[in-house]
């Protein structure tokens, strides 16, 4: 998503640091006993996963000055929280999360917030890409990838809705082989992505029903919709069939998930689990205190119920 940064963007500088775990997380002085520490022990009852996108500042926070960690030290410092997921990359950063001991929960697809299935004439090219991305995912064993409806450009909300389901239809028979689980992500459109066709609940909820297919699902992200329509709670319950994955996030501002924002955490997770849902729970807020792994962690903490 794009929040302040690109999240393409910020993915593209994600690369190798020059301070090591140890002291990027104060653990400097343990050395390899700390890197061997088992994970935090966590309820259970979610499984955890981290947008590496919004701790881009950690691995290229500007021209002059040095990363604070590299991508595998990240990995493993979100594996040592107990997290199992670092999310939202391509093939090149896979081999990172895999040798830390985690899975890529969503990976990146080869589409863009604008450039989605609405279109049409945009089927063919993006049907093509994602015949090759999929197998991809599924030889590397995770689970979904991400794909966007697109911007409307003056297209109505109905005539977007059946571009969308003509599209997808070609392109669900391709999940169901390899197994792969395409994840439409529900955004705002007020305030963050201007434009974006899939902004409401119940318009990615007809897509599904119209596709119908246990391979094409929503994600559902918490800070999007608390902004454009709220009610989250009962519309998890009363929809979670069809959302395959969860983000979270501040409101206002995208940032730290605790009380200085309006959502409250822990009731949304209590309802998610409530559902008997087995899939993963992204961390995706931009942290804006010094210490980012703080916040991850608190985060992880808020959401372990």
Known sequence: ?????SRRSALGKIGGGTIGLAAATGLAGRGRAAEAAAPAKLKGNIHHSVSAWCYSGLFNPGKDKPAKMGFEDFCRAC?????????????????????????????????????????????????????????????????????FSGNRKGMSNEEGLENCVKGL????????????????????????????????????????????????????????MQIMEGDVIDTIRENHQYFGHYHTGGVPGRNEIDDTQEIHYPAVMKAIVATGYKGFVGQEFVPKRADALASLRQSVLICDV
């Open 79 to 147: 594996a040592s929280m107990g997290l199992e997921s670092v999310e939202l990359l391509g093939p090149d950063q896979w081999p990172a999360v895999k040798k830390a001991g985690l899975t890529c929960a969503m990976c990146n697809g080869p589409d863009s917030i604008p450039y989605g299935w609405n279109r049409v004439e945009h089927h063919d090219d993006l049907l093509g890409k994602f015949e090759k991305a999929i197998p991809q995912v599924a030889q590397a064993g995770f689970p979904n990838i991400i794909t």
């Open 169 to 224: 239809k070609r392109l669900v028979p391709i999940a169901e082989k390899h197994k792969v689980t395409v994840c439409v992500e529900l955004l705002n459109s007020k305030r963050s992505h201007k434009d974006y066709m899939c902004d409401h609940s119940a318009w990615g909820v007809e897509l599904c029903k119209r596709v119908g297919s246990e391979r094409l699902k929503l994600l559902y992200d918490i800070f999007h």
């Open 1 to 5: 998503m794009i929040h302040r940064i």
